[in-house]
């Protein structure tokens, strides 16, 4: 009798045990997935922040006239 409740025991915590298991591999694998999809979103935000950062710096706001040091400044 007492050998009995120990093997159904032993198979619950069995079970238990497996189901945590598939449990874990599933949350591992949505993590895997969340990891890569935030590492392909950061590699596009950052070509995505350089490509504007280019076109800032090639834009006319930075690209004026020349500052010429050899003028003398009326006063």
């Known amino acids: 009798d ?26 591992l694998r949505i993590l895997r997935s969340n990891v890569k999809f ?11 922040l350089d490509n504007v950062l280019n076109e800032i710096l090639s834009s006319t706001i930075f690209l004026g006239e020349p500052i010429d040091r050899e003028k003398k400044t009326v006063t």
């Not at 409740?5 to 598939?22: G, L």
């Not at 935030?38 to 995505?48: E, F, I, M, R, V």
């Open 2 to 27: 007492e050998l009995e409740k120990e093997s159904v025991r032993f198979e619950k915590v069995t079970d238990k045990s497996s189901n945590n298991m598939q449990t874990e591999d599933s949350e």
């Open 38 to 48: 935030l590492q392909s979103t950061n590699n596009k935000l950052k070509s995505d």
